[in-house]
């Protein structure tokens, strides 16, 4: 189990470099400054591991994602009917930013656990 617990909690930053760069490849620009700033905060983030660093990173992700669910559901009650095109955006765009949210409510205890730990030594 602990074995479990420690792959869970060694996967957020990757599993978020990954959603960033997939944000990146569908934004469709060569040079995107917010890709490439979240990128390196990431992996300043894995090298140096600091506490408020490791939890303000996905709060703000998870405020974005917020954001981007509301833009979602707006975008997909535009189409007239709900046909292919509207159900791969909504489940693609819902399983992309849950799925970010749920690794960044994974760090954020990664995070407030280290710091716990930190506190009790």
Do not use: H
Request: aromatic fraction near 14%.
């Amino acid at each position: 189990m602990k074995l479990f617990k420690k792959i869970i909690l060694s996967l957020p930053e990757y599993l978020l470099i990954a959603a960033v760069l997939f944000y990146w490849m569908s934004a469709g620009l060569a040079i995107n400054y917010i890709a490439i700033g979240l990128l390196i905060a990431i992996v300043l983030q894995m090298k140096y591991k600091n506490k408020v660093v490791g939890i303000a990173i996905p709060t703000l992700l998870i405020l974005t994602c917020l954001y981007m669910l509301l833009a979602l559901i707006s975008e997909v009650r535009e189409f007239p009917n709900f046909n292919s095109e509207a159900q791969t955006l909504l489940f693609v765009g819902l399983f992309y930013f849950l799925a970010t949210i749920l690794v960044s409510i994974i760090m954020i205890y990664k995070y407030v656990g280290l710091s716990i730990k930190q506190l009790s030594n």
